[in-house]
């Protein structure tokens, strides 16, 4: 179908450089790279492998939540499974995995750039995110944890047996290598774009890694102080969230909360990002409302600092503070819906493709959708008390990470695929991937409402009989999702070698990124580009046109 | 004027001014995480001065206020001699250069050894919270919530002037023995931005730790 029309794209230029991945060989010439391309795979290499062990992690659980008795792991067992999960896909997969894969690889192509502002602290980042996954991994190795992803005191400090000091101080170090990749882009977007290039010329994508990078500089030094001062409790009994000793265990969790609330959008922008680059390309049409768009982007990283609360509503704290943080977190639904909105009007009457990228685009917006509204459900103080810690939260926060993000990884991965790797997957059955995991997806995660508003608790391995029912659901759904995880593997990594050859711009996108080679040489552009329109000049009436004479 | 273009310029960036401001403004923004890093510690020492306030004005007068007023004074005349070398380092004055920022060092140094002491103090009158610890006051325990802040706050302090030591130290020897910064002061201007911040946790810190009702 669109493909004939799609291979009509304009004839690569001979190459006068080698292109990226030529360039250089040997181990020692990835591993010492600070080109910012060859550090977006080894970031992509890394967090696949983190994915699968938090998958794993994941599929253990769905497999011992089959029945309503605990016979597959211990309670103990349970405990630091689902700790693990958390931990490892939080940290070490969703909030790297745009940006520091995507984003390095597109951030300077984007803007005209040859590389990112500070290329040897890039390749550092990498390098501290590597080490805190080791340590991660040495204390699942060694024992696990068992305290959950929050690290709630007293019990991380006091109580909890297992390598809390080893998994905190991973993630302590794998957080300055986030903290050094938003510096990063925050440097590169502001003093590195290309002639020409305004603001508001901007890729939406480019805004939202931008909002994601003020999110991680601002927010992750808060979480390293956090997780110090636990640590320094477990260790040497410094009581500053100790009640024992005089301390607050509140404290505690507000500092967690105020770093961890802002990470929840640094694990959705940038998804929103990818899917604001899919849609007006797949539609062909420019996007409704740029502008509105981008400043919503801002806006639900400037409201996210200001809605922690909300995860304490049941907690000590004042029902006043609640009422606040509860207007606040309805606040953030707004520049949340303005964007779907947007993306629903860039649609219309557009010249719509389905394509794999399409496809999780468009998965993205109805999970997205769903995610957000039972959000609302949450941010309702008296609805928050009673589906408080049961599944309902579960299944929400799954539609916006695995739902959102996910999707958005997973449709900007095969989006820029061709440019990554000069080469096209097969494009049926990624279709049947993406398929397969929106419908695993949903029969993973929606029976999860129900379980949830009917009252199952969250981090039981046992539950009430008449939930087995929507259990099994779950975990049929979970492992029809694992196979739709596993195929993308599968056909990119086949596609690597057999696929396709891409040529430099097999969508006919718009975008700097597409009028380089593919994949680009290592200085990204022959000559530095000059920007003189707005993105995503695409004309849907003229799409059209092509297409019918295509037919014809 | 030949002696520009000596500037090394990254493969990155097109010209010297803005290899410079990018470097300036990543020096800016590792700031602002420094500012968040402190800032829990500050919330915490907040929440609980709130809570507990005379517990924490009685723990506050068992602090040294001589040591810390002279940390405080040694601290802004390091701080001012930076200002000095940054301006030693944008005219090309190398030895100049190289002298005051051993002089800021040596001040850094004055500083930790001040601080080594209170500490030493504070351990033989049993301040150092754990097993050991005792304090004649009507709340201890409180009491002994605002030693573990004590200890938290200017322990993270002192390790970023010891970083700040060495690092003035390795540069004061590239300037005067390498000639390191000629006609690319940059680096000079970005570790006095960060000796500066230092310095002001510092400010901040010293009435928070030992002023808690003196007037009285």
Redesign the interface.
């Known amino acids: 179908m669109t493909t004939a029309t799609l291979q009509a794209a304009p004839q690569p230029r001979p190459l006068t450089k080698p292109t990226y991945l030529a360039d250089g060989k040997t181990i020692r010439s990835w591993l010492l790279t600070t080109d910012h391309k060859r550090i977006a795979i080894l970031y992509m290499i890394s967090i696949t492998l983190f994915f699968f062990i938090g998958g794993a992690a994941a599929t253990m659980m769905r497999l011992e939540l089959l029945t309503p008795q605990g016979d597959l792991v211990t309670s103990e067992t349970y405990n630091k499974l689902f700790t693990i999960h958390g931990v490892v896909m939080v940290w070490f997969f969703l909030i790297p995995s745009i940006p520091t894969v995507l984003g390095n690889f597109l951030v ?1 192509l984007m803007i005209g ?7 040897k602290l890039n390749l550092a980042s990498w390098y501290l995110f590597m080490a805190g996954g080791a340590f991660a991994v040495f204390s699942i190795i060694t024992g696990g944890v068992d305290t959950g992803w929050t690290f709630y005191t007293p019990y991380s400090s006091t109580y909890a047996n297992g390598h809390v000091i080893a998994m905190a101080t991973g993630i302590f170090i794998a957080g300055f290598g986030s ?1 050094a990749t938003g ?2 882009f ?3 977007i ?3 774009r290309a002639p020409g290039l305004t603001w508001f010329r901007l890729p939406m994508f480019i805004w939202t890694i931008y909002t994601t990078s003020l999110i991680l ?6 979480l ?3 997780l110090t ?1 636990m640590a ?1 409790e477990r260790a ?5 969230f100790n009640p024992a ?4 265990p509140l ?1 505690f969790q ?2 967690f909360w105020f770093y961890s609330h802002p990470a929840v959008y640094i694990m959705i922008l940038p998804g929103m990002g990818v899917v604001s680059e899919l849609i007006p390309c797949f539609a062909r049409k420019q996007m409704f409302g740029y502008r509105f768009v981008a400043y919503a982007t801002v806006a639900i990283g400037v409201f996210g600092f200001l809605v922690w609360g909300h995860h304490m509503f049941v907690s000590s704290q004042s029902i006043y503070a609640g009422m606040i943080f509860s207007i606040l977190s309805f606040a953030v639904s707004v520049p949340s819906a303005i964007k779907v909105f947007n993306w629903t009007a860039t649609l219309y009457k557009g010249s719509i493709r389905f394509q794999t990228p399409m496809l999780y685009a468009l998965g993205f917006v109805g999970l997205f959708t769903i995610g957000g509204l039972t959000g609302l459900f949450l941010a309702c103080l008296a609805v928050d008390v009673h589906v408080h810690d049961t599944y309902f939260v579960i299944a929400h926060f799954h539609y916006i990470m695995v739902g959102g993000m996910v999707m958005g990884y997973l449709g900007g991965l095969h989006f820029w695929w061709p440019k990554i790797t000069g080469r096209l997957y097969p494009e049926r059955l990624a279709k049947l991937s993406a398929v397969t995991i929106f419908l695993g997806f949903n029969l993973t995660f929606f029976p999860q409402f129900i379980l949830g508003y009917l009252g199952m608790p969250r981090r039981y391995p046992v539950y009430a009989p008449e939930f087995q029912v929507l259990n099994v659901f779950s975990t049929a759904g979970a492992s029809i999702l694992a196979v739709g995880y596993v195929l993308p593997l599968a056909y990119l990594l086949w596609s690597l070698r057999w696929g396709r050859v891409a040529g430099p711009n097999p969508w006919q996108a718009t975008g700097l990124e597409w009028t380089t080679s593919s994949p680009p040489p290592t ?1 990204n552009f022959e000559k ?1 580009p000059i920007v003189t329109e707005g993105p995503y000049a695409y004309d849907a009436q003229a799409a059209e046109a092509e297409l019918e004479a295509g037919h014809a | 004027m030949p002696d520009v273009l000596a500037v090394p310029i990254e493969h990155q960036f097109d010209d010297a001014t803005q290899q410079r401001e990018a470097a300036t403004m990543g020096m800016w923004l590792f700031i602002a995480t420094e500012i968040l890093l402190f800032g829990g510690m500050f919330l915490g020492y907040t929440a609980y001065r709130h809570a507990y306030p005379s517990a924490f004005a009685e723990a506050s007068r068992h602090t040294l206020i001589a040591f810390g007023g002279t940390n405080t004074a040694v601290l802004l005349i390091s701080s001012t001699v930076m200002a000095f070398a940054v301006r030693a380092a944008s005219q090309n004055r190398r030895k100049l250069l190289g002298l005051l920022l051993f002089v800021t060092a040596s001040l850094g140094v004055l500083f930790l050894v001040i601080k080594g002491l209170e500490y030493a103090h504070e351990i033989n009158e049993h301040l150092l919270p754990g097993r050991a610890f005792h304090i004649d006051a009507a709340d201890p325990q409180h009491a002994e919530l605002f030693f573990y802040i004590y200890w938290l706050m200017t322990g993270v302090h002192a390790l970023h002037v010891t970083i700040g030591v060495v690092l003035i130290t390795f540069f004061a020897f590239r300037a005067w023995f390498r000639d390191a910064f000629r006609n690319h002061d940059t680096p000079i201007e970005l570790l006095g931005l960060y000796w500066h911040f230092v310095d002001i946790v510092w400010v901040f810190l010293f009435p928070l730790i030992y002023m808690i009702d003196r007037h009285s």
């Open positions: 300077p750039a040859r590389d990112v502002a500070f290329p903290i510096l990063n925050i440097v590169t502001h003093k590195m500089v601002l927010a992750t030094p808060v390293a102080i956090t001062l320094l040497f009994g410094v009581g500053i000793m005089g301390g607050d404290l507000h500092l200085d530095t």
